[in-house]
């Protein structure tokens, strides 16, 4: 278990994100389409997941926003954008901001994702919905790097996701 805060207030996840050097645990997501999407969708490339809460808060819209915009830039790597927000929600957001770069997935059948990766927040007011975290995951699958954002309204460290995959 690791703690997090959201406006200064403690709130406890599941337990913690996979070691660095380690394989990545292998997922089953939901797309825009409600098509189920595994990490093996993505074998022989880089991932950078991308978790946050909704997609519905200023600072996850920032993130996806953000990513959008560098995952244009990142040669044999795909950002996947991973919350419990129902696809149709991930996909009004995508379809108004004109964000075509990153792949949103949802978690929103079982949790098991968040479960998996230590991030289902399991007390507080976002309870049941994903923390903040980044985790890079390189071409062969294994972990590269991982951030589990201190406070949730605050953004990811985009330089060391990024850093991870030189």
Do not use: W
């Not at 093996?40 to 926003?65: E, H, K, M, W």
């Not at 996909?91 to 929103?108: M, P, Q, W, Y």
């Not at 919905?129 to 890079?136: C, F, M, S």
């Amino acid at each position: 278990m690791a703690t997090v805060t959201l406006g200064g207030n403690p709130t406890n996840t599941n337990g913690e994100l996979p070691v660095i050097g380690s394989k990545a645990p292998e997922f089953k997501l939901v797309d825009a389409n409600l098509g189920e999407i595994s990490l093996a969708n993505y074998a022989g490339q880089n991932v950078i997941l991308n978790i946050f809460p909704s997609v519905d808060t200023a600072t996850c819209a920032t993130s996806v926003r953000t990513f959008n915009k560098l995952a244009s830039e990142l040669p044999n790597t795909k950002v996947l954008c991973i919350s419990r927000d129902l696809p149709f929600a991930q996909k009004r957001f995508c379809g108004a901001e004109g964000i075509e770069n990153v792949v949103n997935l949802s978690d929103f059948r079982d949790a098991s994702f968040a479960k998996d990766y230590g991030v289902l927040l399991t007390d507080g007011v976002l309870n049941g919905l994903h923390a903040r975290a980044i985790v890079v995951i390189d071409d062969k699958g294994q972990v590269k790097h991982t951030e589990l954002v201190s406070e949730i309204a605050n953004e990811p460290n985009y330089d060391a996701a990024l850093n991870a995959l030189k």
